[in-house]
Each structure stands twice: as structure tokens, then as C-alpha cells.
């Protein structure tokens, strides 16, 4: 379970309503079973269960953090599609997620829900970091556009562009030397604009390309996800 509170070694913590649903009601979960606690202010605990909704917190845990920082930055794409890139972004091992607008961006966002999004945003991203057993809580930021991204910029800037032709700047090949950190740009359904590309070059992006075939962009964000990891992996 993740929490938002520091967490103590030897006193309770408490459960927020959904989790303690999920914990007690669903799972069942037997006073004697370990359960494993990721405070979102820092430290890995291990806890048992006390009655609804509190946990002891008895132990401290060490856990390794993936030693690479990847930030994905994602155009806004249809929600369901956008949605599904947040949790498998998380699952492949995505450190921040940047949404942004671009000019080919089918969606607009409708200012006076922008909290209700980022809040759905903020439970997808906690769900799928939950599920895939993750000792991290993915970073989501303030949507930005084109001219922002260079804030986000780390070792090694990439830009996915299907119309890079160049097989020497195949996303493999920039990835060779497995860089600490690495920024991903996506684009939206209808691909960028030539002066976003432009944009982004100046501001040191490299195009890269991730194949012959046109990917959507969803696919694109897990497609050069998985090359990370895998280089990664090596
Ligand atoms: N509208 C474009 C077209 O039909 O030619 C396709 C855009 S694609 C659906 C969405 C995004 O995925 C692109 O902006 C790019 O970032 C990424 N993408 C898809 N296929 C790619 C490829 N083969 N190489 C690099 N990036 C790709």
C-alpha cells in the first residue's frame, strides 16, 4: 500500500477509505500476513494488519530504486488511449510523466475540469504503480506544450518522429550507452507540426525513429519504454 504520511517504526498507521476497502474487505487479509507500506514521504515499511483500517508498522526495508531516471513526455491523445498510456508507462518503469498539448492534439483540454483529470490521472498512475509492485510513486506534472519541454530535459533527449529515415538514428542506437537518464517525447494521433519538430531540435531533442511502421502513440510510448528497459537490462 502506499501512504501519504511518514511512517513510524513500532506505532499504527492509518488507511485511506479505498484502501482499507481494497486491504480488509476484498483481499481478507489475516491479521498475521506482512503487508508492504511505501510512504510517499520517503521509506519502504513492513506492517501487519490491525482492525479496520490501521496497520503496525514493525520493520524498515531497504529497497533498491531503479537506478534510471526516465521521463516520458505524452501529447495529449483520446482519453481512454492517454489513460492507458499512464498505467503502462508506469508498469515499464517510467519515472515522471509530462503531459503536453501540441498543435496536432485532437483533445483540448476544457479548463474548468482540468482538476477532475489530473485527479483520475493521479489514481491511474497510483493504481498501476500499486499493481506492478513498484517501491516508487510515479511523478505526474502540470500539463505544458512544446516550448516547456526543455525543462524536462536530463543525459539523453529523445523525440519519436516517424518521419526520421535515418537507420542510424534507430531509438536502439541512441540508447547504446544506456545513459542514467533519459526524456521521451511523444506525439499526438495526428503527429508534430514541422516547426514543433524545429522546436524541439533546437532545444536538443534528437529525433529518433522507431521503425518503418507508423505506431499509434500509445504504442510509441511503450514501444520506446520497453527499448529503455531493455538496453537497461543488459
Ligand atoms: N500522424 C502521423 C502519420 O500518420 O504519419 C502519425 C503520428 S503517430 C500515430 C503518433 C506519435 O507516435 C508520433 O508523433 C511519434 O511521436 C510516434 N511514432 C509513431 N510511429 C513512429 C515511428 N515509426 N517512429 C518514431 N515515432 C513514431
Request: charge should be negative; aromatic fraction near 8%; charged fraction near 25%.
Amino acid at each position: 500500500v502506499f501512504v501519504d504520511d511518514p511512517c513510524m517504526l513500532h506505532a499504527s498507521i492509518s488507511l485511506d477509505p479505498k484502501q482499507a476497502h481494497h486491504l480488509f474487505d476484498v483481499l481478507r487479509i489475516q491479521k498475521k500476513e506482512t503487508i508492504r507500506v511505501v510512504s510517499k514521504k520517503g521509506g519502504t515499511f513492513l506492517a501487519h494488519p490491525l482492525d479496520k483500517p490501521y496497520l503496525y508498522v514493525f520493520d524498515e526495508i531497504e529497497v533498491p530504486r531503479s537506478a534510471k531516471h526516465i521521463t516520458l513526455c505524452a501529447s495529449l491523445i483520446k482519453q481512454d488511449r492517454f489513460e492507458l498510456m499512464l498505467q503502462k508507462a508506469c508498469e515499464l518503469g517510467v519515472t515522471k510523466i509530462v503531459p503536453f498539448t501540441s498543435a496536432y492534439s485532437i483533445i483540448r483540454i476544457d479548463q474548468k475540469k482540468i482538476d477532475k483529470k489530473t485527479e483520475r490521472w493521479q489514481q491511474i498512475i497510483f493504481d498501476a504503480c500499486k499493481q506492478c509492485n513498484r517501491n516508487d510513486l510515479v511523478e505526474l506534472e502540470a500539463i505544458q506544450n512544446i516550448e516547456t519541454l526543455h525543462n524536462y530535459q536530463q543525459d539523453c533527449n529523445l523525440v519519436c518522429y516517424e518521419k526520421q529515415n535515418d537507420p542510424s538514428f534507430h531509438i536502439s542506437h541512441l540508447l547504446k550507452r544506456d545513459p542514467a537518464s533519459v526524456t521521451i517525447v511523444i506525439g499526438p494521433e495526428g503527429g508534430f507540426d514541422v516547426n514543433e519538430i524545429d522546436i524541439l531540435q533546437d532545444d536538443h531533442f534528437i529525433p529518433v525513429s522507431l521503425g518503418n511502421r507508423i505506431l499509434r502513440a500509445e504504442t510509441a510510448a511503450f514501444y520506446a519504454l520497453s527499448c529503455i528497459d531493455y538496453q537497461h537490462s543488459l
